[in-house]
């Protein structure tokens, strides 16, 4: 099939080259010039394991490119991926400037085509946006009527990062939501994955879906969070508490390990997201998603308070902090539970040396010269009074410590293995 791809961050570039891998002939789309030539060079301009390479080869076999004329390629192509991104804004609530853009622009070329086009939300969108936003716009700028000239469809994406490629390649479940069958029946082809789940849906319940999967992770995380929490106080092993409850396969191991929390560019932004939806357009409180919040936010300063009781006033001292990153794998800092942290710890007069294995430069961007940036652990540990592991790099299993000043660690994580060499402690373990 012939296929547009309307944004091409994250989720779009990974779309857009697994389905050139998978045979079909692609085109991505974007607004930003310089990132449509490095695509075009075979250069991602994100970071994200495997998709460099899978871009290559889309380049090298032929079927696949990057442009900024929307119109030229919705008129060659037979479906369309709405993949542009859905940013907080400061009320929690998501910001569809980037989805009225591309449904404007799709709509406008539509007005001139003469042959049915498939357009496909993929962006993660609140419950009815695609009912309420999408379509009035195409109907509006295409003068045709959705269902007729054209389709829609919604296919949540369940990417991980670091993981993205693995995920688009070999899905859990593929998520249909459909207008109607003819658009259902399209996408279903165009999503065909060898022996993997279909569940075909309305439009607004897809869209439910994708926030009730994050949602629910989120869940699980400060669950256990909270568990590891009074685990601590009661002396019992957090560990193995987390472990004897995930053999309950009605519970499963997935999404149990303690630590500071959940970040990245999902699970805080999309819980707040149907929070905000729930309470203001529903009035609906949410109670147990309020409370995920509320533990996430608390538990990475937890940390904190660690280091304070062992060491007193943290004023004047300097801290070792390893790992930027809002997870291991990537260098993507959005909602890092280390900005906390690192925000708390300067407030707190503390010098603050950061490392991360890969995200060292965007942590530029958040922290400026309010912290040193090292190159690499030994130069993080130096002179430090206490350490924070604050990211699951492998690279942080075994750790020389002989540097530091001080020998306390606080491992947020659960990563270091040689703890015998300092004064460990775990955040709930
Ligand atoms: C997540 C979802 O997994 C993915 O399906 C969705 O499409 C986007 O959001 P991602 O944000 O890439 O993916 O990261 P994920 O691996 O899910 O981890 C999210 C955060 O939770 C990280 O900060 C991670 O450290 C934390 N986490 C995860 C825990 O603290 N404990 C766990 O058991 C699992």
Known sequence: ????????????????????????????????????????????PIFEENLDEMLKKAIAKGNFNATLDIKNAIFNTELSFICVGTPSKDDGSADLKYVEAAAKSIGEALKEKDAYHLVIMKSTVIPGTTENVLIP?????????????FGVCMTPE????GRAVEDFLNPDRVIIGQLDSKAGNLAKQVHETKDRPFLRTDLRTAEMIKYSSNAFLATKISFINEIGNICKKIGADTLQVSRGIGMDHRISPHFLRPGIGFGGSCFPKDVKALMHQASDDYDYKPKILNAVMEVNDDQPLRLIELAEKKLGD?????????????KAGTDDLRESRAIPIIHKLI???VKVQGYDPKAGETAKEEFGDKITYAQNIQEALKDADFCLITTEWPE?????????????????RNILENRADVDYEGLCW
């Open 1 to 44: 099939m012939r296929i547009s791809v309307i944004g091409t961050g994250y989720v779009g570039l990974i779309t857009g080259t697994g389905l050139a891998s998978k045979g079909h002939t692609v085109t991505c789309v974007d607004i930003d010039k310089e990132k449509v030539e490095k695509i075009n060079k075979g250069i991602s």
């Open 137 to 149: 716009i195409l109907e509006k700028e295409s003068g045709k009527k959705a269902g007729e000239a």
């Open 158 to 161: 369940f990417l991980r990062e």
């Open 314 to 326: 943290l004023n004047g001292k300097t801290a070792a902090i390893l790992g930027l990153a809002f």
């Open 347 to 349: 407030e707190k007069g």
């Open 396 to 412: 942080f299993k075994n750790i020389n410590f002989d540097g530091m000043k001080g020998k306390a660690v606080f491992d947020g």
